[in-house]
């Protein structure tokens, strides 16, 4: 049953993954069942994603060229061990198809071959792209000459085959599958058969040929079966009966439900090989996605049932009513088991009759109790409510933390007081929470009562039995006897719809006088031998700035948010953009948007302000980064308006300084002001500290970086469809500058300004002045223009579910 080394294989007879006589090769026998993992499609996107990127780069630049020349350095006498490793790459493929071909598994060797096709057909696209010309492959097939240095044809060959092959393998044999894999591109890297970027392009086509393929076929499935789960425990001492397969509801986690040889309930969860991969891709979905992320990334499988183990152990000890942990241990398939032993009925299969008053007060006992250990569950629900034994408490502790902060103990309380109020009602369950937390206690969570608080199953649950949570919030403070907080207040309809509208109209006024302002003959002119292919991808990356917008946004924030509403508020920035300058747009929606996640106003103010500076600063820096150490220049004649922008300026430095004179001599205002401080102070500070938090720290740094890398890849997408080569290093300059002047100038969504400049800009980058006017408006059209469109939508869709 073991996969963890190559050895006599015991169940030969069965025909389970033979490719040499009494040598298991592969994982599976040949009628397991086959899945599409969720980690391929992660591995598609960002291989196609980083293909792009290398193919739009291409001929090489500054960076490149150095690398070549380090390259070149290299000793000649080691050429042949860089030869050795290329081959072994290859001679790696040729074994595994020749297993597959042995042991008669006939579904691997056509995905290999397909794999091989796609592979192919994807170097010959990817050369056409950035050479300009059809390869000649078949030197490439048949180790001919004429093989193109760009991508790297012979790597994706190979690497497309042993990646396809390789899911399918033992463990052993895919460890030693990832080393050839490595000593095959550091081969390909130093023998010199193809540029750098082209040997990094040859894998990233091979993984995106692979990938696609074990998407189209499947993969034999990484989780265990019942029997051998069951002979694990056997060999364990934990003998199981009448065992049957549960579904969970958390992605990864095989799950049985069984009794021990006492006749005592049993559950049984296992993190397999694909289970620990499909976890581990959850944990990042849902760092982004969910407010819940769950527990953090841990090195191996081993760690995440230790971790749930843990964790149950200690709220066990703390007196809340949960499982007994039996055993955690590994299978010999290198499987994680963790044993709980106990009698559950969760809230979700009682009704309202069967819960007692009594019952909820014991319910907030064991949450009291969880806490006062360091344990926070931050998976509350109507599942994980439950009697244990005949008592109230809590089970299922795979998404807890011994992270205790204020903000996670109100999260609790509030999915609690939810999970309570679907099952008995709103009343019922507000009064449990006051006889167990006072009205203090209740009045405290209030500013978590709300969807981004609550687990998606949690929320669906709320839906379904039609409960209001803000109607909940609202009785909550009504009961307790305070006002409902100012950052959750129902918003007035009547003048946020009177904005609405007046921003719709100066948007609409926007895009006219924009448009009348086009010399359409002269764009007609310059558009009418573009390439069309070009146009339509740079539309299509031009859209994928929102998302690492929205993960800079989180990076600012000290609180956990869910990434989709932030994903949703950075569309409905563009709606806002055609009627308020970016920065300010921006800014106010985000700050709005933060205290209607609970978030204190002053830290909503403090994020907001640390997102929109940090892009500034960031730009600031690169830019002169970019000035300093490449051949890029700064030359953007805009003369024509610089005599309004100097006015501009010197209306708003006027307007700062009556700002400060009136502040130093008016006593109640500069009182107003030294009493807000005080106050916010704290929440300022703390907002400030969350940057000292390294994963913070990458993602509003790497967020901002990766958007302006984006939009200069849009940029330079649109200049190749009319025919011009612009360099990364110039598109980003050219961006970064018209986006900065456009932050000191408050003219809406810098309509004129940006166009201009961006003509300006790529005429010094070579371009003619028409094509380089069609460049600007396409990049406009689809980073500006176009979005408000769906932003408008998205914007609604905020206000529906009450984020702003």
Known sequence: MGDVSVTADPHGAAGVGRGLPGVRVFSSPRSAARYRRATDVFLLAVA???????????????????????????????????????LLLGLWAIVLVASAVVSRRWSVVVQALASLALAVVACAVAARLAIGTWPHLGGALWNGSGVPRFPGVRVAETAAVSLTIGPHLVRPLQSAGRWVLALGFLGALLAGEAAPGGVAAGFLIATVAAAGVRLAFGTSAG??????????????????????????????????????????PVLV???????????????????????????????????????????????????????????????????????????????????????????????????????RVGVVHRRIGTQTVAFVGGEPGLVDFGGGSTVFTPDRQGTDRAQLLVATAVRIGAERALAGARAALGDAGVGSLLPYLQPAALSGT??????????????????????????????????????????????????????????????????????????????????????????????????????????GPVYVMQLATNYMNLALPSSAARLAINIRFFQRQGIAPAAAVTAGAIDSFAGTAIQGILLAVLLLLTESTLNLDLSAPSGGLLVVLGILAALLVLAIVGVLLIGRVRREIHSRFRTWWPQVRASLGALRASSKLALLVGGNLATEVLFAVTLGLFALGLGAHISLWDLLVINISISLLGAFIPIPGNIGVAELGLTVGLTAAGMTEEAALAVAILYRVATFYLPPTWGFFALRWLERNRYL
């Open 48 to 86: 196609l994603l980083g293909l792009a990127f290398l193919v739009v780069a291409y001929p090489p630049g500054r960076f490149e060229r150095v690398l070549v020349t380090l390259v070149a350095s290299v000793p000649g006498v080691l050429r042949p061990v860089w030869s050795a490793f290329r």
């Open 458 to 563: 949690l929320r669906q649950a709320s839906r379904d039995a039609g409960l209001d949570l803000d109607e909940l919030r609202k009785a909550a403070a009504t009961a307790v006897g305070v006002e409902e907080p100012g950052l959750v207040r129902l918003r007035r309809v009547t003048w946020w719809t009177f904005a609405q509208t007046a921003l719709l109209i100066l948007a609409a006024l926007a895009v006219l006088t924009f448009a009348t302002n086009i010399d359409y003959d002269q764009l007609g002119a310059a558009l009418e031998h573009a390439s069309w292919g070009w146009i339509a991808l740079g539309l299509v990356i031009a859209q994928a700035p929102r998302l690492t917008q929205a993960l800079s946004t989180l990076g600012s924030l000290t609180a956990d948010l869910r990434f």
């Open 269 to 371: 969860k296992v993190h397999g090989r694909d289970a620990y991969d499909n976890q581990l891709l959850e944990k990042v979905w849902r760092t982004l996605w969910y407010q819940d992320t769950g527990p953090g990334v841990r090195l191996g499988r081993n760690q995440v049932a230790e971790h749930e183990a843990l964790l149950t152990l200690l709220a066990r000890g703390g007196g809340t009513a949960t499982h007994e942990v039996v055993r955690v241990a590994t299978t010999p398939r290198n499987d994680a088991l963790l044993v709980l032993r106990g009698e559950t009925r969760p809230i979700a299969e009682l009704s309202a009759d069967e819960l007692g008053d009594e019952d909820v007060r014991a319910f907030w006992d064991a949450l009291d109790a969880l806490h």
């Open 223 to 264: 989780r265990p079966r019942l029997p051998e789960v069951v002979e694990a425990l056997a060999a364990l001492g934990v003998v199981l009966e009448r065992p049957e397969v549960e579904d969970w509801p958390v992605s990864g986690v095989f799950a049985v439900r069984a009794e021990d040889d006492r006749g005592n």
